[in-house]
């Protein structure tokens, strides 16, 4: 439970208890109809280490190795295999977008596109980690 506490017609109303993810008390706010009691905020550290979402994320994720490519080209100068750089694709589409060692995407995204040049995946990396899509936004 992330959120503890009691509403009226869509404002809080009395104690309301906030907690970390590990399950630990992280605050206590009173309210009165919908108005925070500013006096009444307490707020409390974890008992135990709390992960954040994307240290979780990378922990959880399975491994994919994503390496540059022969055909992949710098969008300036020459690609080394490290630092960051974005790479374009022989249709001069991006491909990876990244922090790059030993030319494996440790950081970033590698776009995925089908037979037609159309982008169908993104793909986000921390760490040298897949941790999951990124999202494809339509034109309007």
């Known amino acids: 439970m992330r959120l503890e506490g009691t509403w009226n017609e869509g404002l ?14 992280m605050s206590v706010k009173n309210f009165n109809g919908g108005t925070l009691d ?26 994919v190795k994503v390496t540059a490519a022969k055909e992949d080209n710098p969008n300036q ?14 249709n001069k589409q991006i491909s990876k977008d990244g922090v790059f060692k030993d030319y494996r995407l440790i950081d970033g995204k590698y776009y995925k596109y089908d037979e037609n040049g159309i982008l ?12 999951g899509n990124g999202v494809i936004e339509k034109d309007m």
């Not at 100068?77 to 022989?90: A, I, V, W």
């Not at 169908?120 to 941790?131: A, E, P, Q, V």
């Open 77 to 90: 100068g020459g690609f080394d295999g490290n630092g960051y750089h974005k790479l374009f694709n022989k």
């Open 12 to 25: 809080e109303t009395g104690e309301q208890k906030e907690y970390y993810e590990n399950g630990d008390l």
């Open 38 to 63: 500013p006096a009444s905020f307490e707020t409390y550290a974890p008992k135990s280490p709390v992960e954040d979402a994307v240290t979780k994320m990378v922990k959880e994720s399975k491994s």
């Open 120 to 131: 169908f995946l993104i793909m986000i990396f921390k760490d040298g980690r897949y941790i």
